[in-house]
C-alpha cells in the first residue's frame, strides 16, 4: 500500500525545492501505452495514463470502451510488458460535461456524475474536473464563467468522493482521488489557431479560479477534497497547428508562473505540451508546470515508425515474389479518406495537401483510423512480413539510425515490435528528461 497519491509525492518534494514533475500518456493505443511502460521501468516512479471524457465514458466513447474497460486494457498490456500494476496510475481528462454539452444542463450533469462516479470506482485515482464548457441554456458568450464551472466543478467532485469511499471500503489499498481543476483554451487535441499565436492564461484569471473553486468546494462540505486539489490546468503559452508548433517561452510565461508562489499547494498542468523541445519541457516543469499532457506527439511517432518499416518492407519484398506486400500506408489513407468524419474538420486545401496532411499533419488524426479491421489486418501483415524476411541492418541504418545504434549495442532487439515501441520512447525520454533533475536514458 501506497503511503500518499504518487502527485502529492512530487507536490512535496517541489515544496523542498527538488524541481520533480509528471507526465501524462493520453492515449489509447496499445505500443503507445507499452512503449511508456516500457520507458517507466526503467525507473522507481510510476506511470499515468489518462483517458478523456469524449474518449472513454459509461456510454463507450469514440473508444468503445467504459472506464472499467479501459482499466482492464491498460492493465492486460502491463501484464504483457510485464510492468507492475501497482506502479499504473490512472487519470481521467476534461472529466465533466464536454460529451454532452448540447444537452440541458440537469440531464448533461446527471451524465457527467455518473462518468466521474464510473472513473473513481475504476481505480482512476487522478481525476480532471472540467465543467468549463456552456450548456444548452447557459450563456453562450462566456466559455469559462469560474463560478459556473466552480459549482458544477464541486458536484462532481462530491460523486467522486462517494465513489471513493465505497471504493476503498472494498479495497483498503486504492488510492483516494487527487483533483485538477480548471481547463485550458483552446479546448484539447490541437487547434488552428495554435499557428498564429496564443495567449498565456492571466495572472487573475488563475487567481479567479483557484478562489472559485475553494469556495465552491467549502460551501459543498468537500474541504477535505480541497486539500487533494492538486493542479490547476492553464495555457502557458503552448500549442500545435497542422505544421506548427507554438514553443514554450518562460519568459512570457513568467508572470503567470510567478503567480504558483501564492499557492504552494499547488502545480499548474499544462495540456497540448507534444512537439515542444526537451529543453521547453524541462524550463515548464522548473517553472511550476509540473504535469505535462502528451498524446498526439505519441501517436505520431508510432505512425513515423510504422512508415520507415513500411519503407523497409518494400526494398525487402522486392527480393521476396513469395510473399504478398502489406500495403500499410495505402490501406491507412484509404481508409482515412474512405471516412473522413475524423479528420475533415482538420486538413483543408487542394486535394494533394489534404492527401499529404492525411499523413504527415502535426494533427495526427491517422491515431483515429489504427483500430479499422483493415488497417489493423494491414498492420499485422506488414509485422509478420518483417519478423519472416528479417531486418537488415543496412536497412536499418537507412530508416531507423537511433535504433540501429542500439541493435548493433545490443540494447535493443532487431524485431519489428520492438523497434516501433523504441521509436515512440525517444519522444517519451523527452518528457523523462523533463520531469526528473538527472536524465534517465531508454
Known sequence: MQDSHPLKNILEKRRNGIPYGLYAVCSANEYVIAAAMERAAATRGPVLIEATANQVNQFGGYTGMKPVDFRDFVYRIADNVPFPRQRILLGGDHLGPLPWQEEPVDRAMEKARELVRQYVLAGFSKIHLDTSMPLAGDCRQSRSDPERAASRGAELCREAELASARLRAENPAALRP???????????????????????????????????????????????????????????????????????????????????????????????????????????????????????????????????????????????????????????DWSMARTPAGWTRHYTGSPPAVRYARKYSLFDRCRYYLPLAEVRYALSQLLENLRQTGLPLTLLRQFMPRQYDKVRGGRLENEPVSLVKDWIGTTLDDYLYAVRPVRIDG
Not at 512508415?307 to 500495403?327: I, V
Request: hydrophobic share 45%; proline share 5%; with cysteine.
Open 178 to 332: 487527487v483533483y485538477v481543476v480548471g481547463s485550458e483554451v483552446p479546448a484539447p487535441g490541437g487547434s488552428r489557431e495554435g499557428e498564429a499565436g496564443l495567449a498565456i492564461t492571466r495572472p487573475e484569471d488563475l487567481a479567479a479560479t483557484v478562489a472559485a473553486y475553494g469556495q465552491a468546494f467549502r460551501q459543498a462540505g468537500l474541504e477535505v477534497a480541497w486539500e487533494n486539489v492538486a493542479a490547476c490546468v492553464v495555457q502557458p503559452g503552448v500549442e500545435f497547428g497542422e505544421e506548427a508548433v507554438h514553443a514554450y517561452d518562460r519568459a512570457a510565461a513568467r508572470e503567470l508562473t510567478r503567480t504558483l508562489q501564492q499557492y504552494p499547494g499547488l502545480v499548474l498542468e499544462g495540456h497540448s505540451t507534444d512537439y515542444q523541445t526537451p529543453q521547453a519541457l524541462k524550463e515548464m516543469v522548473e517553472d511550476g508546470i509540473a504535469i505535462l499532457k502528451v498524446g498526439p506527439a505519441l501517436s505520431f511517432a508510432l505512425r513515423e515508425g510504422l512508415f520507415a518499416l513500411s519503407y523497409m518492407e518494400k526494398e525487402l519484398l522486392r527480393f521476396r515474389p513469395d510473399r504478398e506486400a502489406s500495403c500499410f500506408m495505402e490501406v491507412l
